[in-house]
C-alpha cells in the first residue's frame, strides 16, 4: 500500500547536491500521487512543526545549488528517547507517514532510531567526508573534491614559481578520504591523515630529506583532524628550518553548485528512496553499486567502520618520489 504523506528534511552540515535530492525527492512523490513535505530546520523542526507543503514548483531551479533549501539546525533534543518519541507524535499528527532524511552519519544514526522506533525511515548519505560504512561514494563529495583540485592547482602555479612549499588544510576531522583523494589527484608530495596518525613521523622526516632530493618545493595536503596546517607549518619550520605557505581551505568545500556527477548522484538516490518507502521498506540507506541503486539496513551499516583505500595511500606514496 502506498503512503500518502511522506516528510523530507536535511540534517547536519550541508553538502552540495542535497538541493538536488531534495528535488528528487519531492518530485518522485508527487509523480507516485503522494502528498510531499518539506521540514526546515532538520530533526529541530520536526520537534517544532516547521513543515510545509511541496509542490513541484517548490523544488523549481535548486538542482543547481549548494546548500539546502530546507536548511539544518542543530538538535540535541532529537538525540534523546523522549526527543525521538516527542518526534515521532508531532510527525504523526501531521499526517507524516513516512520520513527520507538526507545526511551523514549523525542524520542517520537518529534516523536509524527513528526506523527502531516503528517509524518508517529511509536515508540518503549526503557529506562531503564521503566516511559511511558500504557506501561507495557520498552525495557532496566530488564537489568538494573538485572545488580542493581547483586550489591545488592554483596554489602550485604560485609554489613552483617562488620555489616555497604550500600547506594546505582541508576538511576531514575522522576521515581522510578528502586530503587522500585531492592528494593523489592534485599530485601533493605528501597526504596526512587521521587513519594514518602513525606515518606522522615519516612524513616529516621525508620532508625535512626534500632538499637533499631535489625537492625546490612541496605540496603538503593534511586532514584538519590529524594536525592543523599552522601547526604543521610551526613544526616544520623549528625541525627543518623550512617554511611553508599556509592555506586552510575551511568551508569553502562545502559551497558551491554542485558537480553534474552529484546531481546525478542526488537524483537517483532520492527517487530510489521514495521507491523503498511505497514499497513499505524502512530501516534502510540508499547508495549506488556497481552503478545501480542497492539498500543497506542501518544495522548493519552503523555495525561497520569505513576503511580508507590502503591501495590509494600507498600509490600517493609511490608517486611523490
Known amino acids: 500500500m502506498t503512503m500518502d504523506r511522506i516528510g523530507v528534511l536535511t540534517s547536519g552540515e550541508d553538502a552540495p ?18 502528498e510531499m513535505v518539506g521540514i526546515k530546520y532538520g530533526f529541530q523542526g520536526i520537534l517544532d512543526e516547521t513543515v510545509e507543503q511541496m509542490e513541484a514548483a517548490s523544488v523549481g531551479s535548486i538542482i543547481q545549488r549548494g546548500g539546502t533549501i530546507l536548511q539544518s539546525r542543530r ?58 560504512p558500504f557506501v ?101 619550520k623549528e625541525e627543518a628550518g623550512l617554511e611553508s605557505r599556509v592555506t586552510v581551505l575551511g568551508h569553502t568545500q562545502r559551497g558551491g553548485a554542485p558537480t553534474a556527477r552529484d546531481r546525478v548522484l542526488a537524483s537517483r538516490l532520492g527517487a530510489y528512496a521514495i521507491e523503498l518507502l511505497s514499497n513499505q521498506e524502512s530501516g534502510k540507506l540508499v547508495a549506488l553499486k556497481d552503478s545501480k541503486p542497492v539498500s543497506y539496513s542501518f544495522e548493519e551499516v552503523f555495525t561497520q567502520e569505513r576503511h580508507i583505500d590502503e591501495s590509494m595511500y600507498d600509490l600517493s606514496g609511490r608517486l611523490s618520489i
Open 136 to 236: 561507495e561514494e557520498t552525495i557532496g563529495f566530488d564537489t568538494a573534491l573538485n572545488t580542493i583540485i581547483d586550489y591545488v592547482d592554483r596554489i602550485r602555479d604560485t609554489a613552483s614559481s617562488h620555489e616555497k612549499s604550500s600547506i594546505i588544510e582541508v576538511m576531514g576531522r575522522d576521515a581522510g578520504n578528502l586530503a587522500l583523494w585531492s592528494g593523489l589527484a592534485g599530485g601533493a608530495e605528501n597526504i596526512l591523515i587521521p587513519e594514518k596518525k602513525d606515518d606522522v613521523e615519516t612524513i616529516v622526516e621525508q620532508i625535512k630529506r626534500g632538499p637533499s632530493r631535489d625537492k625546490r618545493y612541496s605540496i603538503i595536503i593534511v586532514a584538519e583532524g590529524i594536525v592543523s596546517g599552522i601547526d604543521l607549518n610551526a613544526r616544520l
Open 75 to 132: 538538535s540535541e533534543e532529537i538525540s534523546t528517547e523522549e526527543g525521538q518519541q516527542k518526534a515521532i507524535n508531532n510527525l504523526k499528527r501531521n499526517g507524516i507517514e513516512g520520513l527520507v532524511i538526507i545526511g551523514g552519519r549523525d542524520a542517520l544514526k537518529v534516523a536509524a532510531e527513528l526506523a527502531r522506533k516503528e517509524f518508517p525511515c529511509i536515508g540518503i548519505p549526503a557529506t562531503i567526508d564521503n566516511d559511511i
Open 17 to 34: 547536491g542535497m538541493n538536488a535530492a531534495i528535488r528528487s525527492v519531492v518530485r518522485t512523490g508527487l509523480y507516485d500521487g503522494i
